[in-house]
């Protein structure tokens, strides 16, 4: 089966597995959306029924406590009609009687022509007394309505003229007029039920506690009629609603659960929860059933485009017999077998003989460990040549459990090829190296005769009489012809470098007096610039070491520090403490121009002065680089600090003892081998470059 092949199937299952999730997914969600709509209808079932029972409780409570009082008020109009002209006093007998401590009146009055002359208690609603009907439209419309229809009505609640609210329950009252056979209106028998008192005997204000509820009807005109009690928005949530019965009309309560019918109790929090974990666990099986699916899918799928695409060659041979199973086009290319005759042969057919022992000896020790390789060989091509591989592989087994080989197969004609050039390259430098080596030894030796004899006859010159200015100039040829020796000398000890041998005279050596010689060597030019030398730590210890070199060393760095010094400036040398036991540390520091952090990974390069080239600073620039050698030869360390214009550290340190016990010495003379110059870097990230 080919790629496109593999990946379109792939992909086809991926699909398929995402698309059965997804689905099982959907059907499980409605299904839980389905059962917890029933809990949740059968939850709110359950409310209905709970307010729906406290709410009948409170309703047949309002409608006893209305009608108790309301009996009490019909009474007291019997009498009426029985005696029309009943004086204050009677009136006020009778009343008293009705005032109980089950009755929520706040007053009685009788109103013979729509005007208040009976009240009962006067006290606190003398206000009421006089009251006319007929001025207070409001009113008035309640009392025509108790009129026009012979019964009495209930009405209000309202604001009382002596304060506060009521029920007014209102009776009108005719008279019989045997001469006409007609009955005559008297008037109103009213009596204002408190309001607050009625609610709170009924047992409203402790149940709106635990429900919102809420009542409209104002005058008896049910539902058509104002919310005198609770939210009206209570009406439009659904509520539990009924009818209160009044003598002439009615009044409709509602009500509903604290908060709404929203299911937010614990029963229904632990069945949602219950919901989801069963979805989970059904859910979950499928999911990780379809990431394994998906998971060896994907492996498949970058094992056949890793296989396919891979530059190196990969093939799967039996281990029995060595037959190949398959194989990519990167080991097909070399080989120059077509798939189906390389899938024909064994890798016995395209293996030297030479090599047989070697496949043999790979064989066995993947037998035990699993894994052959990396090993090189060469194959045989299908016209008979030969090319160099590297070889590297595993042992598998398929679902038979037959043992196979996976093999990668690098074809390294190129690295061959590569390796040998640069074997030549390397060859071809390493001799240009010491012919350029030897030129300058060469050279240098040459160079040094004809300026002996110059610094000889210089300074035979010199003890001659010549006139000031002529000595001048004699002095200035004896300066240049120094400065030139040195320069050659260097010069002759880079060659050396370079060709890997230089000597090493070894012997006892006092420090203090090596410090002394060097520090007399630099005053003249320290003091030309003004700058103060100073000098601590001194010991009497001594090192093991060559003396001359030594010299070379410190003096190289103290007239480096006095060079790129400041006038004035200063130039202190200690011997300190190493970190290194058994180590002695010469540490040179200066007030100098310092050199930028950026320049550190610079340090110790041959021929590279930094900033400097540019300068009047004489120099050549492998001044430290020989140092460093040099100090790395005799088995010690060197380094420094630096920030760019306050100064510089240098510092080195040697073994006191013992620091070329590797080495054969002869005469107390040793010669060892340097590395190759190259570009320095040190663990210590602040050394400085100076020449």
């Known amino acids: 089966m080919n790629n496109a092949a593999h990946l379109q199937n792939f992909l086809q ?3 398929l597995i995402f698309f059965l999730a997804i689905l099982i997914g959907i059907c499980l969600l409605m299904m839980g959306f389905y059962a917890d709509h029933l809990h949740s209808r059968n939850l709110e079932r359950e409310k209905r029924d709970s307010v729906f029972n406290r709410l009948s409780l409170l309703r047949t409570n309002l409608e006893s406590k209305i009608t108790s009082n309301t009996q009490l008020v019909q009474g007291l109009a019997a009498s009426f009609s029985v005696e029309p002209d009943l004086s204050v006093e009677k009136f006020t007998q009778l009343a008293r009687y009705l005032f109980n401590d089950g009755a929520q009146l706040r007053n009685i009055s009788a109103s013979p022509d729509l005007i208040i002359r009976y009240m009962y208690p006067i006290k606190g609603n003398e206000a009421a007394v006089g009251f006319n009907f007929r001025k207070h439209p409001q009113q008035l419309e309640s009392v025509r309505r108790a009129r026009d229809s012979g019964n ?11 304060g ?16 006409a056979k007609k009955r005559a209106f008297w008037g109103i028998i009213s009596a204002v039920i408190d309001v607050n008192q009625l609610f709170q005997a009924s047992g409203l204000l402790d149940s709106a506690k635990e429900l919102d509820i809420a009542i409209r009807g104002k005058d008896g005109l049910g539902e058509a009629g104002e919310v005198f009690f609770g939210d009206d928005q209570i009406f439009e949530q659904h509520p539990v609603l009924l009818d209160i019965s009044l003598p002439n009309g009615f009044w409709q309560i509602a009500a509903i659960p604290k908060g709404g019918w929203v299911n937010t109790n614990y029963d229904s929090a632990i069945f949602r929860l219950g919901l989801i974990l069963t979805g989970i666990l059904m859910l979950l099986p499928i999911i990780l059933i379809g990431k394994i699916q998906l998971k060896k899918r994907d492996s498949e799928a970058r094992l056949e485009a890793l296989f396919v695409m891979s530059p190196i060659g990969i093939a799967l041979n039996e281990f029995e017999t060595g037959k190949f199973i398959e194989a990519n086009d990167a080991l097909l290319a070399p080989t120059g077998y077509s798939r189906e005759e390389l899938l024909s042969l064994t890798y016995w057919d395209i293996t030297p003989a030479d090599y047989i022992k070697q496949e043999a000896q790979q064989r066995e020790s993947m037998q035990i460990k699993g894994r052959f390789g990396p090993y090189k060989r060469e194959y045989i091509r299908k016209n008979g040549s030969r090319y160099p591989v590297q070889l590297n592989g595993i042992m598998i087994h398929d679902t038979s459990g037959r043992k196979l080989i996976w093999s990668m197969v690098e074809d390294i004609t190129e690295r061959k090829a590569v390796e040998q050039a640069l074997i030549k390259a390397r060859y071809e430098a390493e001799r240009a ?5 030897e030129f300058l030894s060469h050279m240098s030796h040459e160079l040094r005769t ?3 004899a110059i610094l000889g006859f210089s300074q035979l010159l010199e003890l001659e009489s010549f006139d000031d200015r002529h000595l001048k100039y004699i002095k200035e040829i004896k300066s240049a012809g120094i400065h030139l020796l040195a320069l050659i000398d260097e010069v002759l000890d880079s060659a050396k470098i370079e060709s890997g041998r230089i000597d090493l005279r070894l012997e006892w050596v006092e420090i203090d007096s090596i410090l002394e010689e060097c520090i007399s060597l630099v005053k003249i030019q320290a003091d030309q610039q003004n700058i103060k030398l100073t000098q601590s730590g001194t010991t009497d210890k001594v090192l093991y070491t060559d003396r001359v070199r030594f010299k070379q060393i410190a003096l190289n760095l103290i007239n480096n520090a006095i060079k790129y010094n400041r006038q004035g400036g200063w130039v202190h040398i200690e011997l300190g403490e190493s970190d290194h036991p058994g180590y002695l540390k010469i540490i040179v520091t200066d007030s100098g121009i310092g050199i930028a952090a950026n320049r550190m990974k610079e340090l110790f390069q041959p021929f590279n002065r930094l900033d400097a080239a540019g300068s009047t600073i004489e120099g050549t620039g492998i001044g430290l680089s020989l140092t460093r050698q040099i100090i790395e030869l005799m088995g010690g360390h060197v380094g420094a600090e630096s920030e760019l214009g306050i100064g510089s550290t240098f510092w080195f340190e040697l073994p006191m003892e013992g620091a070329n016990d590797q080495a054969t010495t002869t005469n107390n003379t040793t010669q060892k081998s340097l590395p190759e110059l190259e570009q320095v870097s040190d663990s210590s990230d602040h050394y400085v470059k100076k020449d």
């Open 13 to 15: 299952s991926r699909r």
């Open 152 to 162: 009495l009505i209930i009405a209000g609640p309202v604001n009382l003229v002596q």
């Open 164 to 179: 506060g609210q009521g029920f007014i329950a209102r009776i009108p009252l005719f008279l019989e007029n045997t001469a």
């Open 433 to 437: 190296s010491k012919a350029k080596s």
């Open 450 to 452: 004809p300026m002996n």
